[in-house]
């Protein structure tokens, strides 16, 4: 009895090393993998069927953890990426988003709206660099029959969007309605050049600048001069006039006074 009870002792003492043996493989196994695999990262899928070309919204969506390994840069780790889009695809429930299934929504304000996409080149030329929601005129350069000619071809067209900003700046989509979108490309391609002007500056933003015109005293001085002492001329000679109106109508009332005093000297001596 106590030799197989020594035994079973042994096999007891050898089955549990050999099970710490086979632990410690399988917990060192699973640290490599998880450090080939790396940590774990949020990415953005369905939560439940989301049609295309509606807006996506965040009752849409929830999150799914995979393994740093297998994210790609399509995938979707901010929710920042998904505002204002759309998807082109419909999507199922627990779907993974990858970014070439979106597109931006629409910026038309119509539907009878078209984008027309002008860039900057050699025929095209932005005179100011403009931003969305800007307006601009469009002027263009044609040659017909050996006649140039430079008009007003569009004015306070909309800008929808724009592709890049300062030294960047490379063009905008200009919203126009459909039929003038077919004109406006056929004068893309074919007008001898474009320039594209800059038109939603408020009334109050333009400094008004009052140009002083030369009057004619101002461009001769001699004439001036002469007007000068032409005015004080007649002034003198107004005064003058007043002088004697004043004195004629004294002497005038003087007589008559006279005339008066005389005519009742009459009336006493007739009476007498």
Do not use: C
């Amino acid at each position: 009895m106590l030799e197989s009870k020594r035994r079973a002792m042994i096999f007891l003492l050898l089955a549990f090393i050999l099970a710490a043996v086979a632990g410690y493989l399988v917990f060192d196994k699973v640290r490599s993998l998880n450090s080939e695999l790396g940590g774990m990262t949020k990415i953005y899928v369905a939560a439940g069927d989301i049609p295309s070309r509606t807006l996506i919204t965040k009752n849409q969506l929830k999150t799914m953890e995979i393994p740093n390994r297998y994210v790609t840069k399509s995938n979707i780790t901010n929710i920042n990426e998904l505002t204002g889009k759309v998807l082109v695809v419909p999507a199922s429930n627990d779907d993974i988003l990858t970014k070439n299934m979106l597109k931006p929504v629409s910026n038309l304000r119509e539907e009878n709206d078209r984008l027309v996409a002008m860039y900057r080149s050699d025929k095209i030329q932005f005179d100011q660099v403009v931003e969305a929601l800007d307006r601009v005129d469009i002027i263009v350069s044609t040659e017909e029959e050996g006649k140039k000619k430079t008009e007003l071809f569009m004015k306070d067209v909309p800008v929808a969007w724009a592709q890049g900003s300062g030294k960047d700046f490379a063009g905008a989509a200009l919203e126009v309605r459909s039929e003038y979108a077919p004109k406006l490309i056929h004068m893309q391609n074919f007008a001898t050049h474009i320039r594209i002007l800059k038109a939603n500056v408020g009334k109050d933003d333009i400094p008004v600048v009052k140009e002083n015109k030369p009057t004619e005293q101002s461009k001769n001085p001699e004439q001036k001069t002469n007007t000068q002492e032409a005015k004080k001329n007649n002034a003198v000679n107004s005064q003058e006039t007043k002088k004697n109106e004043n004195a004629n109508t004294k002497d005038k009332k003087e007589n008559e006074k006279q005339k008066q005093s005389k005519n009742t000297g009459k009336e006493k001596s007739d009476k007498k």
